[in-house]
């Protein structure tokens, strides 16, 4: 498995990204679900969804460039959305390079939309949904984590990992030589997500 962690890691921008945005919406309760090896309940929640555009964002929740994705997203299209959106985002935590349950409170305080909240202390999701994407490096599988997708109204999670998303982006090292895939820009993942959202 390769679990690329090497990153040219925006430390300032993502610290600056918490203290002037988190602070008015910051959650220490934020509610969580932990997934089973199988990806449940996501799953559920997933397919109990069909019908709305979905995102499915998955991160280390105290990785650098995920927060400051997160917080970009946020900026360029969930902040922007009425509370009442019948966008689905779904944002999974997954312990890359030592994330805990402990930080998904400050993760989330980057978000300003109602928002589902997933931990997976055993990585088995960020494995499950890198077969599932196909992402792979010199024939070897790599680990789905900074990976930002989005799901049209029709999606139906049928097999062990979720379906093929409409769009996937991402901020990997390992894809970065992958022209399947773009590396992630906030704007142009916003603009492909509105394209298809019924707000």
């Known amino acids: 498995m390769d679990f690329v962690l090497s990153r040219r890691a925006a430390l300032a921008a993502a610290a600056l990204a918490m203290g002037q945005r988190g602070a008015a919406f910051a959650a220490p309760g934020v509610g969580f ?24 964002l998955l991160m280390d929740p105290i990785c650098p460039t ?16 009425p509370r009442n959106t019948t966008l689905r985002t779904y944002v999974v935590h997954e312990p890359v390079i030592g994330g805990t349950a402990n930080n998904i409170a400050g993760a989330a305080s980057l978000v ?3 928002v589902r909240h ?10 499950l949904a890198g077969t599932a994407f196909d992402l792979h490096h010199d024939g070897k599988p790599v680990f789905a984590w900074d990976v930002w997708t989005i799901y049209g109204p029709d999606a139906i999670w049928k097999s062990a ?28 993942f916003a603009s492909d997500a509105l394209g298809v959202v019924d707000i």
């Not at 990992?161 to 142009?188: C, E």
């Open 112 to 114: 300003h939309a109602p």
């Open 33 to 56: 679900a932990t997934l089973d090896e199988n990806g449940q309940p996501l799953r559920d929640d997933f397919n109990r969804d069909v019908g709305h555009v979905r995102l499915l």
């Open 161 to 188: 990992g979720p379906p093929t998303p409409r769009v996937l982006m991402h901020q990997l090292p390992a894809l970065a030589g992958d022209t399947r895939f773009s590396h992630l820009d906030s704007k142009k």
């Open 118 to 127: 997933y931990w997976n202390p055993t990585g088995s999701f960020g494995r």
């Open 66 to 81: 995920c927060l400051l994705g997160l917080a970009n997203i946020d900026r360029d299209l969930l902040s922007k959305l």
